[in-house]
């Protein structure tokens, strides 16, 4: 370790960008982290390495912070004040980030400020895409990759052709619709390096999107072995959209159970895996087969699943968790865990700033109905979600297209529970319209129309067999 309160000299970080500091080991501990970061590795941590080599670097004390950072800690705070103490001896680049993460990590934060910042330090230094990645993280969790695809389309230019940023600008595209950009963006980006998971990942949304179900299959299982040193997140869901594919693809039910226990549940064996990431794939998967009314072929994974969930140590952590945790609970009849679940949520919001409330109040009304579905309470659900219920809108809860999408077929249940075949078989139909290759969409339309005592059921479910067909033996 180096001597405290020894000010380095300005080294160049593998981005080109300056930095002060006495020891070449923090440097490369940095460049290390800066990998990590962009191929969603399990070993971000090594950025704490970095303070080691050097405590008074003002870049990795402030990188450290936001690694360490969580709403219910206060470890960010040391790594924050040593990265002050030592600002004035920084390089514009040092300061830059600082700001952003210092603000980023504040009590009360403004996101469309927190995101202003990341502009700023974009325009002066495009090559960093860990601050980029940051910044679109950021974006997902407002539900807003409008201004995603705005920070990548800044710093493009400066970047064309170079590792990971295809895979950056494919996201914010699938996320507006626009997927033959996102199928080009991530094709570029495997093409530049095989093993970009987020390129991966990217492609098989689209893939996924446009009911390509075995092409996104075989694509991802051949990319799969590149995955075993992605974070645990990474890994089980990439895992969870094969297993999506099968499922859609009306595959049989064993290939999908088959990748819970081996891809999803299994990761939990490792020491270094963090279990809430892999928790929410795996009750996110749960909940689309309880959805189609496969509860029988779950055995006891959801009882499992959920007394895990119980540990209050996952909650808080994040809302899409949260959400589908309610439901878990309620569904295995853990009432009054769901209920405290529920109340804290609540206790969470009403702390918050007067605009964080009113975004987050979606993300409240989903818990609640979430809770009412869990328990069998079809019709209550039905009334807290509302007649124009799309779950495109609720992305505030920190999840994409797909991950939301899961809460359309919810409502659509809850809606045929109650009794509103009509207003069921109106917003399945518009839903075929835009993806008409899903066999279960046909089933749930099917089973509307014979509710309606309507002859169109018939045409509903000859479509669905030729579905159920068409993409396995």
Not at 52 to 75: E, I
Not at 348 to 354: C, E, I
Not at 410 to 418: C, E, G, R, T
Not at 457 to 462: D, P, Q
Request: charge should be negative.
């Amino acid at each position: 370790m180096e001597e405290e309160g020894k000010v380095g000299t300005v080294k160049l970080d593998s981005c080109g960008y300056e930095i002060i500091t006495s020891s070449q080991a923090c440097l490369s501990a940095i460049n290390s982290y800066y990998h990590q970061v962009l191929i969603y590795g399990r070993k971000r941590s090594v950025i704490l390495e970095a303070v080691g080599h050097d405590q008074n670097c003002v870049l990795a004390n402030t990188l450290a912070a936001h690694f360490v950072y969580s709403p219910a800690s206060s470890r960010a705070r040391p790594y924050l004040d040593a990265a002050n103490s030592f600002l004035e001896h920084a390089t514009l680049y040092e300061k830059l980030v600082f700001d952003t993460i210092s603000y980023l990590v504040s009590e009360d934060r403004d996101d469309d400020v927190a995101i202003q910042l990341h502009s700023k330090l974009l325009e002066e230094f495009p090559r960093d895409l860990v601050s980029l990645k940051r910044a679109q993280v950021l974006c997902f969790y407002m539900g807003r990759p409008d201004l995603s695809l705005s920070l990548v389309h800044q710093v493009l230019p400066q970047n064309e052709g170079q590792n990971y940023i295809y895979g950056m600008l494919a996201f914010p595209l699938l996320e507006l619709g626009q997927m033959k950009d996102a199928e080009k963006a991530a094709q570029r980006g495997f093409e530049i390096n095989k093993q970009d998971i987020w390129s991966h990942h990217g492609l098989c949304h689209v893939l996924q999107y446009e009911c390509r179900f075995k092409e996104a299959i075989q694509f991802m299982e051949e990319c799969s072995s590149s995955w075993s040193s992605s974070s645990s997140f990474m890994l089980t869901h990439n895992w969870w959209h094969v297993a999506l594919c099968y499922l859609e693809g009306n595959a049989p039910l064993q290939r999908v159970l088959e990748i819970y226990d081996n891809y999803i549940w299994k990761e939990l064996d490792k020491t270094d895996t963090g279990s809430a990431e892999v928790y929410l794939n795996a009750v996110a998967l749960l909940l689309r087969l309880c959805v189609r009314d496969e509860l029988d072929m779950l055995g006891d994974r959801l009882k499992i699943l959920a007394e895990c969930l119980t540990d209050q140590a996952n909650w808080y952590m994040e809302w899409h968790l949260d959400v589908l945790t309610v439901w878990a609970l309620a569904k295995t009849g853990e009432i009054y865990k769901a209920e405290d679940l529920l109340k804290g949520l609540r206790d969470r919001v009403s702390r918050m700033t007067k605009k964080k409330q009113q975004l987050m109040q979606k993300g409240m009304k989903l818990a609640e109905a979430l809770y009412a579905y869990g328990r069998g309470n079809d019709k209550h659900g039905v009334e807290l979600l509302g007649p124009d219920f799309d779950a495109n809108d609720y992305k505030i809860i920190g999840a994409s297209d797909e991950q939301v999408d899961v809460f359309n077929d919810v409502w659509y249940n809850m809606l045929l529970n109650s009794g509103e075949a009509e207003n069921a078989i109106e917003v399945i139909e518009k839903r075929i319209k835009k993806r008409e290759g899903i066999p279960y969409t046909w089933r749930l339309l099917e089973r509307g129309y014979k509710l309606a005592n309507r002859p169109e059921a018939g045409i509903a479910s000859k479509q669905a067999k030729a579905l159920e067909s068409a993409y396995f033996d």
